[in-house]
């Protein structure tokens, strides 16, 4: 969808002409008779402001509906509670260290199998697939390593099976990607991060590819209720006016800020997907619209949590903290932050090495923020280790 799409995909207010969207900050509506009303009846069901936010969302990723739900792990959540106990979910391995924590503690509880593989290579998906898989669940690019993985191909293993494939769109955005046209079922997006944008909100959204699963979405909302508030959804709605020009400014900083670190003597990897020496930058390429995303992982040749804490720490436009996605650049140390959840084993299989350190790039000038990394690196002396082969 182009920016302009975009910016006049959002309605002004009929009623009056305000060009902005209304935030009808109300529990419930006046009916003329029972039952007799104008679409709305009560805000756990519908907010006229949150319809505004809803239909922009669908429009964005090319779905049926689209739901909004106070956070991204109450919208993921959302999408579990299709599945009853003895069902499957094939998972992709490094998934959302929040969503891995709600997978194991919450719903393997219940019942529900989940099997985790690496979805990059489509065979491990083809293989871990049986008669039980109800649904495969990939984020694409993921967090914090930035893998890729071919949704087309994942959705075609995904029909064979009669499951239905979810995909966590968080890190692309729908300016990259939009997996609904690559045959996905569902896709979740944390709002938090490039769709809010301005780190001043937790939102979380489920768009929906066809009326069967917007019926299930939508049942799901008003029986649970954890809706996102009519304030939260103007907030997310205005944050989408400039979603176009701050992810592209996002994608051009991070290609900079990756192209610097591999320069660099004291880091040891850099993942980036628009990197040609990403392991997935030809898939990333064709599925992702030649936008590779605002997020840039790196580890250090000093692979130990205290080198990365020295780093993370001297830092001055890029701030210390959890989240992505927003103006201001940031960044984090997964192991000891968003990923610290994840026992350090499987931490470590999905290539989250104890020196990771994540960069979420703002619309900053790149110049300032590459100037900003390399102090870092000066007043850290954050060098290769004396005997590190
Ligand atoms: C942040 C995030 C979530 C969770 O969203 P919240 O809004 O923090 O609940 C889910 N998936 C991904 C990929 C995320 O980055």
């Given at each position: 969808m182009s920016a302009t799409?975009?910016?006049?995909?959002?309605?002004?207010?009929?009623?009056?002409?305000?060009?902005?969207?209304?935030?009808?900050?109300t529990s419930t509506f006046i009916q003329e008779a029972p039952g007799v009303n104008k679409g709305y009846d009560y805000a756990r069901s519908n907010n006229p402001t949150r319809k505004v936010l809803e239909d922009v969302v669908a429009q964005l990723e090319g779905g049926d509906n689209a739901f909004a739900f106070a956070t991204g792990l109450a919208a993921i959540d959302s999408v579990l509670k299709?599945?009853?106990?003895?069902?499957?979910?094939?998972?992709?391995?490094?998934?959302y260290g929040g969503a891995y924590r709600l997978f194991t503690h919450v719903y393997e509880i219940l019942g529900v199998e989940i099997k985790y593989v690496d979805t990059t290579n489509v065979e491990n998906v083809a293989n871990a697939v049986s008669t039980k898989t109800k649904c495969i669940w990939i984020e694409?690019?993921?967090?914090?390593?930035?893998?890729?993985?071919d949704i087309r191909a994942i959705s075609k293993i995904a029909k064979s099976v009669h499951a239905f494939l979810v995909v966590d769109n968080t890190f692309a955005s729908p300016i990259a990607q939009q997996p609904l046209n690559l045959g996905a079922d569902i896709v979740i997006h944390s709002g938090t991060k490039y769709i809010?944008?301005?780190?001043?909100?937790?939102?979380?959204?489920v768009v929906t590819k066809d009326k069967v699963f917007s019926e299930k979405i939508k049942f799901v909302q008003n029986a649970?209720?954890?809706?996102?508030?009519?304030?939260?959804?103007?907030?997310?709605?205005?944050?989408?006016?400039?979603?176009?020009?701050?992810?592209?400014?996002?994608?051009?900083?991070?290609?900079?800020?990756?192209?610097?670190?591999v320069q660099n003597d004291a880091v040891s990897e850099v993942y980036f997907p628009g990197l040609p020496t990403h392991k997935n930058h030809k898939i990333a390429k064709q599925q992702q619209s030649g936008l590779f995303g605002g997020?840039?992982?790196?580890?250090?040749?000093?692979?130990?949590?205290?080198?990365?804490?020295?780093?993370?720490?001297?830092?001055?436009?890029?701030?210390?903290?959890?989240?992505?996605?927003?103006?201001k650049s940031l960044l984090c140390h997964p192991p000891q932050m968003t990923h610290a959840s994840v026992p350090r084993e499987k931490r470590?299989?999905?290539?989250?090495?104890?020196?990771?350190?994540?960069?979420?790039?703002?619309?900053?000038?790149?110049?300032?923020?590459?100037q900003d990394l390399a102090q870092a690196f000066k007043i850290t002396e954050v060098s290769p280790a004396p005997f590190a082969s």
């Open positions: 799409k975009i910016i006049h995909s959002i309605p002004s207010d009929p009623l009056t002409g305000a060009i902005s969207v209304p935030v009808y900050q299709l599945l009853s106990a003895g069902d499957e979910i094939v998972a992709v391995d490094d998934i694409s690019p993921t967090n914090p390593t930035l893998k890729v993985s809010g944008g301005h780190s001043d909100l937790v939102a979380g959204l649970s209720g954890g809706i996102l508030g009519p304030w939260d959804c103007f907030l997310t709605i205005r944050g989408i006016e400039t979603l176009d020009i701050r992810y592209r400014k996002q994608c051009e900083n991070a290609q900079k800020v990756a192209e610097f670190l997020i840039v992982s790196f580890s250090l040749k000093n692979d130990t949590v205290d080198a990365a804490n020295a780093f993370v720490t001297a830092t001055n436009y890029f701030k210390l903290a959890e989240s992505l996605g927003g103006v470590i299989q999905a290539g989250i090495k104890d020196s990771l350190i994540r960069l979420s790039c703002g619309i900053e000038n790149a110049d300032d923020l590459v």
